[in-house]
C-alpha cells in the first residue's frame, strides 16, 4: 500500500489560484485540472477567501521541517537555494555546538530507524 504525499499550500499560492479563478473566469474544473488540484479544496480556499478575505487563506498548521520541503522540490529559486543552504549550515552549527561528529549522527539515525523496524 502506497502512502499519499500531502501538498503544502502558502496563503500567497491559494490567493494565486483563487484569484486566477475570478480573474480569468475559469471554471472549476479547468483550473482544477490546470493546478492539479481538488476541485473540494478550490471551494473550501473560495468560500474562505470570500468570507475573511487574503487572511482567510492562511494556514493553521505551518509545515513540521522547512528544510524537506525544499528538498523534495525539483527546481528552487535563488531565494529558496539560499535558504535551503542557510538552514542546511544552521543545522550543521547546532550539531557541533552540542559536540556531535557528522558519523555520530548517522549512527544515531541507524539506531532510531533499527528500532522502528523492530516495533
Not at 52 to 62: A, M, P
Request: charged fraction near 40%; charge should be positive; aromatic fraction near 8%.
Amino acid at each position: 500500500m502506497s502512502r499519499k504525499k500531502y501538498r503544502y499550500w502558502s496563503k500567497e499560492e491559494k490567493h494565486r489560484i483563487i484569484k486566477r479563478l475570478f480573474d480569468e473566469e475559469l471554471g472549476v474544473r479547468e483550473l482544477c485540472r490546470v493546478e492539479r488540484i481538488s476541485p473540494a479544496l478550490i471551494y473550501k480556499w473560495k468560500a474562505s477567501y470570500l468570507e475573511h478575505g487574503i487572511e482567510g487563506l492562511e494556514n493553521s498548521v505551518k509545515p513540521r521541517n522547512p528544510l524537506v520541503k525544499l528538498q523534495n522540490k525539483k527546481n528552487l529559486t535563488e531565494l529558496e537555494q539560499l535558504q535551503y543552504e542557510n538552514m542546511k549550515l544552521k543545522i550543521e552549527n547546532s550539531r557541533l555546538k552540542k559536540g556531535y561528529t557528522n558519523e555520530e549522527v548517522i549512527a544515531i539515525r541507524q539506531k532510531k530507524s533499527s528500532r522502528k523496524n523492530i516495533k
